[in-house]
């Protein structure tokens, strides 16, 4: 697949298909997104790659974390600054507005609202999640790099044919999660992913994001 079209067409894949993903395969992805830029060349990034009984105990572990506490765990990094700026608000909204209209489910509608967040915590069936990590002591710029890995990740995975969704919601579990994989203490855990054969008869992966244009956030200067 031609870079740019693995850019443009890459999205957020939430419904896949149950066929297996082989270690040899994930280990093909990563073996290539190994090559992202990274800060002075730290390559700052962890991964932790689980499948079959070890990926459904996260999914046990979240669910079970989340029963005794649905508000998630107090946590050093949450997934949004306190008082976002509304354009940021409107932004995530726009998303959840044009997801629940796709599949159907009216913004009334709890119960349904409630099941499609816990598929969250399934990898919305994806056979292989992946959950990224960074040493402690590394600084804004090398979390920077571990984005660049992510996004290399997603990509190698689109060019391959399979789909992918970053999950910052592992955060409300951050802490549990951490102990249950028995992580050194250095060790944060970023996002979680989804890694899977999307399911194309599902609508939710119809769902394509807009963008701003780039004059709302971009300066020329001495062109």
């Known amino acids: 697949m031609d870079t740019i079209d693995a850019i443009k067409t890459r999205i957020s894949t939430r419904a896949f298909l149950d066929t297996p993903i082989s270690q040899a395969e994930v280990e093909e992805i990563l073996d290539i997104a190994r090559f992202s830029p990274s800060s002075s060349n730290l390559q700052p990034w962890g991964t932790v790659v689980l499948a079959g009984d070890s990926r459904k105990a996260a999914t046990d572990l979240a669910l079970n974390t989340l029963m005794k506490n649905p508000a998630g765990e107090a946590d050093e990094f949450p997934v949004y600054p306190e008082n976002l700026p509304q354009k940021y608000q409107d932004r995530s909204a726009g998303v959840g507005k044009a997801m629940y ?10 119960a349904a609202r409630q099941a499609w967040a816990v598929d969250n915590f399934n990898f919305y069936g994806a056979p292989v999640a ?8 590394h600084g804004r710029n090398q979390w920077a790099s571990l984005g660049m890995f992510m996004q290399t990740v997603c990509l190698v995975a689109h060019a391959k044919g399979y789909g992918t969704c970053m999950q910052e919601i592992w955060a409300m579990v951050r802490n549990s999660l951490h102990s249950h994989l028995q992580l050194d203490d250095k060790d944060v855990i970023y996002a979680g992913l989804a890694l899977g054969h999307p399911d194309k008869s599902k609508a939710v992966n119809s769902l394509r994001t ?14």
């Open 101 to 110: 209209e796709l599949m159907g489910i009216e913004r009334q509608d709890e």
């Open 130 to 137: 992946i959950f990224f990590t960074i040493d402690r002591v």
């Open 210 to 223: 807009e963008r701003e244009a780039v004059s709302s956030f971009s300066q020329f200067i001495g062109f």
